[in-house]
């Protein structure tokens, strides 16, 4: 009877007669001599008997859009069947208004919910003919009339089902069979969530934060809002919503296994610390787009992870006899304390708005290019010298860093930062760090330190870069050291020498960092 979507609008706009041609496991009834045959078989017999009667014109190929399931390949037909239906045309308008009360991100997202409810053509079809699913719990009889089940039947289930009389025509009613479309169950999870309708449910609804994947918006975001916003509550269901990609193939496409080219979890983690597959996670990108797996940002990400668990572990050290003391500041400590207090400020922001790749990124060039290339290797001479003072400002650096740099690295790498926070920090506030609270910064910060810093750090690099060169240790001693700076360094001339290996320094003004070396 239908061919495709256009033969159901055509046969509902003129009231056109219905002939059923093909039955629910897909062969040929009303057909005469062809009931019974599959489908492909079917046409291929009338087409033998066209040409055997003489009745056959012309045959010759066509080229049809033909809609198929998206695992098997098969080809779909449309069949005529009994279903339920619940009315979302008639409020699409109110759900799309409802949309603007919600927070989307990011704000594009909005407008899949806004396509989705301008193209809609029918209603929500919720009943499905499965056998695992939340039972339609209503009655039906033979002459149309539908009643629902009495609430001490709840939860229903048809097989247990009572005699029911029908009030319309006497007749015996039969309890439905079919199941509920699982979106059924899934829009109201706002008001499961709040303990709905039980006393107090109010004060948990809307709930704060609702992720989900971009191609489900056009289910379970707009059935949501339509049963748990519109017509069980009239309010949103959530404060905010968050929309996130999917994980796509390396090489770009869609993991299937019929492809061959799924990536599983359970393989990753035999390799990989589950804190560098949370990390890859966060590094994947923005939100409600798709992205590709990429096994370069996971080696990168357990690169990053032993680079931090070295740092702690001589940190540790370093923090050995320390009492919790501060001292003033030398102007190194200033840098690192100013950048580290930027970085708080950076990731906090990110995280407020649910930007985590922006987030995880920024910690991990801070400490590994500015914690673990440059303070560390600044304040070594300092740890193991004689001057007290000086070192214990080390130590209540390090101290500030790594401990900020673990709280701010609990939700990406939980279990790294929790084993840090007890080992070096001997569960300071309390038995868990995700029990802590969130950094803050302690307000030190000079704009003149990280300049200076900044041309230090090119200078150091350019002195690295000359040994490497040259195939020399790095704790080769040199003997003076030419140095053109944009910035005045300061006292950072002795973090330099310190470093560097460097007997005499000479410092020239100059537009970029420039360095010139004696041996």
Known sequence: TYGDKMDVIWQSRHSLPVIKAIDEVGRLINAGEFCGLKIKEGREKIIEKLKKDGKLVRQEPLKQLVKVHDRCKSEVEFILSYQWFANVKESKEKIKEMAKEIKWVPEFGITYLFDWANSLEWDWVI???????????????NCGAIEPAGEEELPFSPEKAKEKKCKKCGGSMKPETSTLDCWVDSSITPLVIANWPNQGWQRFYPSSLRPQGVEIIRTWAFYTIYRSGIALTGKKPWETILLNGNVLAPDGKKMSKSLGNVVEPKDLIKEYPADAIRQWAAMSGAMAKDRPFSYEDIKYAKLFLNKLWNA????????????????????IDVWIVSRMNEVITQVSEAMENFEFHVAIKTIQMFFWYEVCDFYLEYVKHRIY?????SKRAAQYTLDYVLYSTIKLLAPFTPH???????????????KSIHLTKWPETNRIFSESAIEKANALNQIVAKIRQHKAANQMPMNAEIKKAVVFSPVELGEMVEDLKGVAKIKEVEIKEGKTPEVELEF
């Open 127 to 141: 009943s499905r003919q499965r056998v695992f699913g939340t039972p339609i719990p209503f009655y039906i009889c």
């Open 312 to 331: 702690s572990r001589f940190i540790e050290s370093a923090l050995s006899g320390y009492d919790g003391s501060k001292t003033p500041l030398r102007e």
């Open 385 to 389: 010298g004689e001057d007290a003072e």
């Open 416 to 430: 790294a930062s929790e084993e840090i926070y007890h080992e070096v920090f001997k569960g300071r506030e309390g």
